[in-house]
């Protein structure tokens, strides 16, 4: 009986013009990414490059193809797969605008359900429209915006599973783990170790805690071996600087030999400005 009076009450107050309002705010939102050409995103041309160089590889008219090779290593795939896909029936520019304007609707949906979840203020939810258009928006980390909702959505699994555990919910926690791995390292790991202090809040016993974190420690297992075969099959051309040796996960390789005398500059040139957003990479001789 309380359930019934109770779901009238929130379709009621899901209504209100407060809620109207915001809705029509998350609508113009979405909207700010064709009102302008091309999207003021100063990492956007980089990445629709990316998604038309693959496009002409796989259709084998790449006027690049001795000089790039996809590399199905880098943990960008799901961002690039789906602009990549819409790439054959749209202009890349439509496609990287309509995937903008989903992930914005579904960073603000997946920051709703997180509130909602911690039964927060509803007031919070106006908080969360400017905030897709930060750091991420301005410099156009094109990947890392479009994974950000799927690790909102990951964080509301997270707390779920924290609060209640069942052994279908850690099936869940470690396939959207496995995807936000391949969509964006980052948001991957921001959003595991998230989870893992939801676990460290909720549970005091280290058995209980650890029997649970069992979903988490495999995805840290995946990570491990995912490193390890990325340094042993990705080496690069040249002789690296230090920060490539720092910073060994990447996607991109200078072409140029290892004997000639310029590769170390080059390969400094090239790694501060080709630096692991792309899935192409030059081949190893």
């Known amino acids: 009986m309380e359930s019934t009076l109770r779901m009238p009450f929130a379709r009621r107050q899901a209504w209100r013009p407060d809620r109207v309002l915001f809705i029509a705010a998350v609508a113009w939102g979405a909207a700010l990414f064709w009102m302008a050409p091309y999207p003021p995103m100063i990492d956007l041309p980089q990445h629709a490059g990316q998604v038309v160089v693959l496009h002409d590889l796989l259709l084998g008219r790449s006027p690049w193809a001795d000089l790039v090779r996809i590399n199905l290593l880098t943990p960008y795939l799901i961002g690039y797969g789906l602009t990549l896909a819409l790439s054959f029936v749209m202009p890349v520019v439509v496609a990287l605008k309509l995937l903008l304007s989903a992930a914005f609707c579904g960073f603000v949906a997946g920051c709703v359900l997180l509130r909602r979840s911690f039964g927060g203020d509803p007031r919070l939810d106006w908080l969360f429209i400017p905030g897709f258009f930060g750091m991420a928006y301005y410099w156009g980390f094109f990947t890392y915006l479009i994974t950000v909702p799927l690790g909102v959505l990951f964080l509301v699994l997270a707390h779920r599973y924290a609060e209640s555990p069942q052994p279908r ?117």
């Open 169 to 285: 919910t850690g099936w869940l926690i470690f396939a959207a783990g496995v995807g936000l791995f391949f969509s964006h390292g980052l948001v991957f790991l921001m959003a595991t170790c998230a989870g893992g202090a939801f676990l460290l809040v909720r549970h005091r016993r280290l058995e209980r805690i650890v029997r649970l974190a069992l979903p988490y420690l495999a995805l840290a297992a995946l990570f491990a071996v995912f490193f390890v075969i990325n340094r042993k099959l990705e080496k690069p051309v040249g002789p690296p600087d230090e920060m490539d040796q720092m910073f060994y996960w990447d996607s991109t390789r200078p072409a140029w030999p290892a004997s000639s005398p310029t590769s170390s500059a080059a390969t400094r040139r090239t790694s501060s400005t080709r630096r692991s957003r792309s899935p192409c990479s030059p081949p190893r001789s």
